[in-house]
C-alpha cells in the first residue's frame, strides 16, 4: 500500500510550530475534548436526529473500534459517500480516530470516479447511504465492487442496507480503541477540482486542516453560540473548514444540515434552529436574495452569509446585500489550501468588489506572469502560494506534482488574480483548463477524453462559456467522424447521454453541444489544447453575438 504523506521542509515546520499555528492536536482528540467541555450541548441536527457532543463522540468512538474490528488499520483509506446527513460525522470521526484515511467523494459522483478514488486510493472501504434525490447508492456499490475485487466492505449508513453492512453492524460500543494518528499524519484526501484528466487526491494532515479551521473560526467569530447550516455537499471542502461543519464543531457550536440548498428546505431550518452562519456558492446566493423578499420565515438570526467556490460579481454582492443587509462575506479557496476570506469588519467596497485576503500572516502569495516572474504591482498575474495549511504535493501524481507544484514548494493555484495595495485579492480569471459550473468544478480534459472514446468523435475540445446563472457553463465542440455511421448522424442529446452512461457525474456532462467540420488550426500541431480552447470559445461568443443581433434587428 502507498503511504499517503504530506510534509513541509523541516525549518518551515519548525517555524510554523514555534508560529502556534500546527498546535500537535488530532481530530480525534478535539473531539474529544469537546465532548468533555460542550457534552451536552447540541454538536448535530439533522431532520429528527439531534445529537450532543458527548453522543457524537461515543458514536465516533463505536466506528473507530468497528472498522478496527473488521481489520482495517491506520493509514488505510475508506471512500465516504454521504449526502449531508448526521453519520456523515461519526462515520469520518471515527475514522480519523482510528487513523484511517477518509476520501470524500461527493453524492454527485457515479461509477466512473468512485472507481477511480478507490483504486488510486487502494480503499479496502466504501461507506454510502440507501438511496437520495432518487439514486440507489447500493446499486452503484454493486456495480463498482464488480469492477473493484479489492473492496471489500461496502458499509451502509441508513436502515436499508441491501445486500451490503449496516453501520449499525459495524459500531462496536465496548472493547479497546485503535491507536490514534500523529497530527503531523495525513488525516483524509480531499477530491482536487482537476483540470488535467481525473480527479487528484489532496492529503490534508491533521495539524495544518485544523490550524485552518482555528483560523477560519476567528475571521468569521465562530464560538459555541454559533450555528452553521450545511446547505452544499458536506463533503466538499468549503462547507467542510471555511469554517463549515468542521470549523463549528472546533467551536462547540452546533451544525444544522439541510439536505438541499434549495430555499424550501433552507428558510424553515434558520428560522427553527436560528442559524447563524451559512456558505454558498454565487448562484445560490441570488436565489436566496430573491426568496427572501418574499418568505415568511424569520431570517434575522443570520449574521454571516458567505458566497463563494466561484465568483460573485459586485453586481451580484450588491443585490444580496440590499436583500440581506451587510452580513455578506466572500470566500475565495481551494481544497488544495489557501482560503481568502474578506472580513466581517470590511467596507462595503471591499466586501462587493474583493475575495478578500488569507488567513495566515505566513500564507505566502506570490503573483507571476507564464514565466513565473513576478508581474507588476497591481497587475494581474498567476496566484502561486504555499504556507502552513496548503499541501506540497497530491497523493501518488509524481508528473502532476511536478507541473503544479514550482521547485521552491509553491502551488499553482490556476487562477489570475490582481493584489490591490489594501492586501485584498481580486479573481480576474483563470489559466486553467476548468470549468466553473457555479462552483462544481469540470477539467476540460477529462469530458474530452470520454467524448473521444466514442466511435462516431473524431476530436473534440470543451470550454467554458458565460452563463447569466451559473456564470460558466461547458460547451463541447465535436468533429465527428462522418465516415463511420456513428459519426453521420451523431446528435448532441446523444454525446450528453453517452458522457452521463459512461458514469461521470451529472454536473460533468457538457451543457451544450457544438459540431464542427474542424477546429481551422493553422499550424495543425503547433496549436495547444489550450490555445484551441481558447480561439474555439472565443469564435462561439461571437458567433452567439452576432445571432443576438440579427434577432434583434428581425424585431426591430
Ligand atoms: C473551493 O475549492 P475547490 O477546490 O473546489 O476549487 C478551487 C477553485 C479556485 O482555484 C478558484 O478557481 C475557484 O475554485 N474559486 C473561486 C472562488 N472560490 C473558489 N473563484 C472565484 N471566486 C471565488 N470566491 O471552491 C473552495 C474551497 C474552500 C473555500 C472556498 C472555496
Redesign the pocket.
Known amino acids: 500500500m502507498i503511504p499517503a504523506i504530506q510534509k513541509w521542509p523541516e525549518e518551515l515546520a519548525a517555524r510554523y510550530r514555534e508560529a502556534g499555528y500546527w498546535r500537535g492536536e488530532t481530530f480525534g482528540a478535539m473531539l474529544r475534548d469537546r465532548a468533555g467541555r460542550f457534552a451536552d450541548r447540541t454538536a448535530i441536527v439533522a431532520g429528527d436526529t439531534r445529537w450532543t457532543y458527548a453522543e457524537l463522540d461515543a458514536r465516533a468512538d463505536a466506528v473507530a473500534r468497528g472498522f478496527a474490528a473488521l481489520g482495517f488499520r491506520a493509514g488505510e483509506r475508506v471512500v465516504v459517500q454521504l449526502p449531508n446527513v448526521a453519520p456523515f460525522f461519526s462515520v469520518v470521526f471515527g475514522l480519523f480516530r482510528a487513523g484511517i484515511l477518509p476520501v470524500f467523494a461527493l453524492p454527485a459522483h457515479r461509477s466512473t470516479e468512485i472507481e477511480h478514488f478507490l483504486t488510486r486510493t487502494e480503499a479496502r472501504g466504501y461507506v454510502i447511504t440507501d438511496t437520495f434525490e432518487g439514486f440507489d447508492y447500493r446499486a452503484l456499490a454493486a456495480e463498482v465492487r464488480a469492477k473493484v475485487p479489492a473492496l471489500g466492505h461496502v458499509i451502509v449508513a441508513a436502515d436499508d442496507a441491501g445486500p451490503f453492512t449496516p453501520l449499525a453492524a459495524v459500531e462496536k460500543h465496548d472493547g479497546p480503541l485503535p491507536e490514534g494518528p500523529l497530527p503531523s499524519d495525513v488525516a483524509f484526501l480531499q477530491i482536487?477540482?482537476g483540470s488535467t484528466g481525473l480527479s487528484k487526491l489532496i492529503p490534508r494532515t491533521h495539524d495544518d486542516y485544523i490550524y485552518s479551521l482555528r483560523g477560519s473560526n476567528e475571521i468569521c467569530r465562530m464560538d459555541e453560540t454559533s450555528v452553521y447550516l450545511g446547505a452544499l455537499p458536506i463533503a466538499?471542502?468549503?462547507p467542510m473548514?471555511?469554517p463549515g461543519t468542521f470549523g463549528t464543531l472546533h467551536g462547540g457550536g452546533t451544525v444544522v444540515l439541510s439536505p438541499s440548498p434549495a430555499p424550501d428546505a433552507a428558510f424553515p431550518l434558520i428560522a427553527r434552529e436560528k442559524v447563524t452562519i451559512t456558505g454558498l456558492v454565487p448562484p445560490l446566493a441570488l436565489v436566496w436574495a430573491d426568496a427572501a423578499r418574499t418568505t415568511t420565515h424569520d431570517l434575522s438570526s443570520l449574521k454571516v452569509l458567505q458566497?463563494?467556490?466561484?465568483?460573485?460579481t459586485p453586481e451580484v454582492a450588491r443585490r444580496i446585500q440590499a436583500v440581506f443587509g451587510p452580513v455578506l462575506q466572500?470566500?475565495?479557496?481551494?481544497?488544495?489550501g489557501l482560503?481568502n476570506y474578506t472580513r466581517l469588519d470590511d467596507s462595503e467596497e471591499v466586501v462587493t468588489e474583493t475575495?478578500g485576503r488569507p488567513i495566515s500572516p505566513d500564507d505566502e502569495l506570490l503573483i507571476v506572469d507564464d514565466d513565473d516572474r513576478p508581474v507588476a504591482p497591481g497587475t494581474p498575474g498567476n496566484l502561486l502560494t504555499r504556507g502552513p495549511y496548503t499541501i506540497r504535493q497530491y497523493f501518488n501524481e509524481p508528473e502532476a506534482n511536478a507541473r503544479s507544484f514550482t521547485p521552491e514548494g509553491y502551488y499553482r493555484?490556476?487562477?489570475i488574480v490582481l493584489l490591490r495595495p489594501d492586501g485584498n485579492l481580486v479573481?480576474q480569471g483563470?489559466a486553467k483548463d476548468?470549468i466553473?459550473r457555479g462552483?462544481e468544478?469540470v477539467s476540460a480534459e477529462e469530458i474530452e477524453d470520454h467524448l473521444l472514446a466514442h466511435p462516431g468523435v473524431f476530436d473534440a475540445a470543451v470550454v467554458s462559456i458565460p452563463d447569466p446563472y451559473l456564470g460558466e457553463r461547458s460547451c463541447a465542440f465535436v468533429i465527428p467522424r462522418k465516415s463511420v455511421p456513428e459519426g453521420a448522424g451523431l446528435r448532441p442529446l446523444a454525446l450528453k447521454s453517452w458522457v452521463r452512461e459512461r458514469g461521470l457525474a451529472a454536473f460533468k456532462v457538457p451543457d451544450r453541444v457544438v459540431f464542427v467540420d474542424s477546429f481551422h488550426t493553422t499550424a495543425v500541431g503547433k496549436v495547444s489544447r489550450k490555445d484551441l480552447r481558447a480561439t474555439l470559445r472565443q469564435r462561439l461568443l461571437e458567433a452567439d453575438a452576432a445571432e443576438a443581433r440579427a434577432q434583434t434587428q428581425e424585431k426591430d
Open positions: 482536487s477540482g466538499h471542502n468549503y473548514s471555511s458566497a463563494g467556490g466561484a465568483k460573485l466572500q470566500v475565495f479557496g481551494m481544497a488544495e482560503v475575495q493555484t490556476g487562477d479573481v483563470r476548468q466553473n462552483g468544478k
